[in-house]
């Protein structure tokens, strides 16, 4: 039984698809975007809220400034 439901599928969809009758998947909308200082600020304080500690400690200590890299000098 199994072998003919999955030959009865198989053949649904090579009839489907040549018979080129496709319709198109529609695609999920995007989100609203920030377009005040004041949406931006809700949502950067909402992403701060979800983050842990550790994440908020890291994220502090890479985002002062830049990143000094060493240098080998000649001794």
């Known amino acids: 039984m199994k072998a ?3 030959l009865m599928g198989s053949r649904a969809l090579d009839a489907a698809l ?3 009758d496709r319709r198109p998947i529609p695609e999920p909308d995007l989100a ?3 377009t005040t ?3 931006a600020g809700a949502w950067r304080r909402w992403a701060e809220a ?3 500690p550790s994440a908020g400690a890291a994220r502090a200590t890479t985002s002062a400034g830049t990143l000094q890299t060493p240098t080998a ?3």
Do not use: I
């Open 18 to 20: 040549a018979a080129g």
């Open 37 to 39: 200082p004041e949406t």
């Open 32 to 34: 609203p975007m920030a």
């Open 50 to 52: 979800g983050r842990s």
């Open 73 to 75: 000098e000649p001794a």
């Open 4 to 6: 003919l439901a999955f």
